[in-house]
C-alpha cells in the first residue's frame, strides 16, 4: 500500500506557542489530504479536508484561525496548532487520498502525539 | 454519509476466522464500503473496500449483502496481531471519511 509519514511523531510544547505537522504522500500524489484529531479512548474526528492549491474546508465547529493548514504541494500538507493551550493536546493524523491507482484509497500517516504544558 | 452500526466489541481465538459484522442500511447506490483498523497509539491501516461485489485481498475478504445494508469483514486466520480497532465506514468513493466508534476485536491465544 501506499505510505504516507508524519512529522513530528511526537512533540511537547509550552502553552502559547505555535506546532507545525507535516503530513506526506511518500510515493504517491495527493491532490487531497484529510486532518484528523483522536483524543484517549475516542474515534479519529475529522477536522478538514486539504486540497492542493486552495483553501482547507474545515468541519463544523473546528477554529479555521487556530489550525492553519497549508496544502502547497502534491506530497505535502502542514497543520500548524496555533497559540497552543493544554486542551489543544491530542493525536494528530493525517490522511492521503491515493486517486492514482483507480483504487481511489485514503492512507493514513502514523499520527503525531502533541502534548501542550 | 451512510451511518454504521458495529459491535462494541469481539474475540476470537487465534488460528481461527474474525468475522466482523457492520449493518449500513441507509446506504445510497454509490457508496463504497470501506474497512480500516487502527492498532493501539497508531494512524489507521487501510484494509479493503467494495461497492457491491465481494472482494478479496491478501489482508481480508469483504462480503456484501445483495441489498448493500450489510456487510462482514473476513480475517481468515487471526492472529495476536490483528488485535485493533476495526472500522467500518460508508461514504462516497474519494471522499472524506466519517470514523464511528469501531469493533474492538481482541485475538486471544
Known amino acids: 500500500g501506499a505510505v504516507v509519514s508524519q512529522h513530528p511523531s511526537w512533540v511537547i510544547c509550552k502553552s502559547g506557542t505555535s506546532v507545525k505537522i507535516e503530513c506526506r504522500s511518500l510515493d504517491f500524489q495527493a491532490t487531497t489530504m484529510f486532518w484528523y484529531r483522536q483524543f484517549p479512548k475516542q474515534s479519529l474526528m475529522l477536522m478538514a479536508t486539504s486540497n492542493e492549491g486552495s483553501k482547507a474546508t474545515y468541519e463544523q465547529g473546528v477554529e479555521k484561525d487556530k489550525f492553519l493548514i497549508n496544502h502547497a504541494s502534491l506530497t505535502l500538507s502542514t497543520l500548524t496548532v496555533t497559540s497552543a493551550h493544554p486542551e489543544d493536546s491530542s493525536f494528530y493524523i493525517c490522511?492521503?487520498?491515493?486517486?492514482?491507482?483507480?483504487?481511489?484509497?485514503?492512507?493514513f500517516g502514523p499520527g503525531t502525539r502533541l502534548t501542550v504544558l | 454519509d451512510a451511518k454504521t452500526t458495529q459491535p462494541p466489541s469481539m474475540d476470537c481465538a487465534e488460528g481461527r476466522a474474525a468475522n466482523l459484522p457492520c449493518n449500513h442500511s441507509t446506504i445510497s447506490g454509490n457508496e463504497y464500503v470501506y474497512w480500516y483498523r487502527q492498532i493501539h497509539s497508531q494512524g489507521p491501516q487501510y484494509i479493503i473496500h467494495?461497492?457491491?461485489n465481494n472482494e478479496t485481498n491478501e489482508m481480508a475478504s469483504l462480503i456484501i449483502t445483495e441489498d448493500r445494508k450489510s456487510s462482514t469483514l473476513i480475517l481468515p486466520h487471526a492472529t495476536l496481531r490483528d488485535t485493533a480497532v476495526y472500522y467500518c465506514i460508508v461514504g462516497l468513493r474519494g471522499n472524506k471519511l466519517v470514523f464511528g466508534a469501531g469493533t474492538i476485536l481482541r485475538v486471544k491465544s
Open positions: 490522511s492521503a487520498r491515493d486517486g492514482t491507482s483507480g483504487m481511489d484509497t485514503q492512507y
Open positions: 467494495g461497492l457491491k
